[in-house]
T-cell receptor
């Protein structure tokens, strides 16, 4: 299998503060990682694609200055929610794609981070 | 039309029955197909992937792919209450930077 971890699993913060979420692939090298957001009872929404060593590619409508993504190594990507507001409260999930599985492209998901902004 | 369509459900089956989950996709260039299971409040987990026409079996799960009809399905035999979850269908093409397109999911309830 392929294990992806996320930290923290949940966070509560005050409005206006910034929150950093880490996503790590524990037993494989992830050339590409993805960040999703999911509101209760709604489907996954892709926010951005993160490639090691290059700038993230954001989906339409996602503010890149608000959701800062850094993919500094083949096993770590971070998402920073800057100046968080209550409407940013959501379930943030990362996934990673194995570098040696170019054709199959299956994604392995982290356990998610539940963000609550007061 | 959505790129990946699934019946939203909920789909309810009795314990021990076969659950059939269906998915259609619009991009004929799609090359690999995935089924993920998501329990309430949890993140998705990969159940199966398939890339050739036909059936692929793994334990109680069978994925079926028909590229001509642009249709992929997941059969769950001997359904258990622990199979109650939302099942997400995802499709991928090599040229799409590794991104998969997800359906909105079908919620399955297996009643004891």
């Amino acid at each position: 299998g392929a294990v992806v971890s996320q930290h923290p699993s949940w966070v509560i913060c005050k409005s206006g503060t910034s929150v950093k979420i880490e996503c790590r692939s524990l037993d494989f090298q992830a050339t590409t990682m993805f960040w999703y957001r999911q509101f209760p009872k709604q489907s996954l929404m892709l926010m951005a694609t993160s490639n090691e060593g290059s700038k993230a590619t954001y989906e339409q409508g996602v503010e890149k200055d608000k959701f800062l993504i850094n993919h500094a190594s083949l096993t770590l990507s971070t998402l920073t929610v800057t100046s968080a507001h209550p409407e940013d409260s959501s379930f943030y999930i990362c996934s990673a794609k194995r570098g040696d599985r170019v054709f199959y492209n299956e994604q392995f998901f982290g356990p998610g981070t539940r963000l609550t902004v007061l | 039309q959505k790129e990946v369509e699934q019946n939203s459900g909920p789909l309810s089956v009795p314990e021990g029955a076969i659950a059939s989950l269906n998915c259609t996709y619009s991009d004929r260039g799609s090359q690999s197909f995935f089924w993920y299971r998501q329990y309430s409040g949890k993140s998705p987990e990969l159940i199966m992937f398939i890339y050739s026409n036909g059936d692929k079996e793994d334990g109680r799960f069978t994925a079926q792919l028909n590229k001509a009809s642009q249709y992929v399905s997941l059969l769950i035999r001997d359904s258990q209450p622990s199979d109650s979850a939302t099942y997400l269908c995802a499709v991928n093409r090599l040229t799409n930077a590794g991104k998969s397109t997800f359906g909105d999911g079908t919620t399955l309830t297996v009643k004891p």
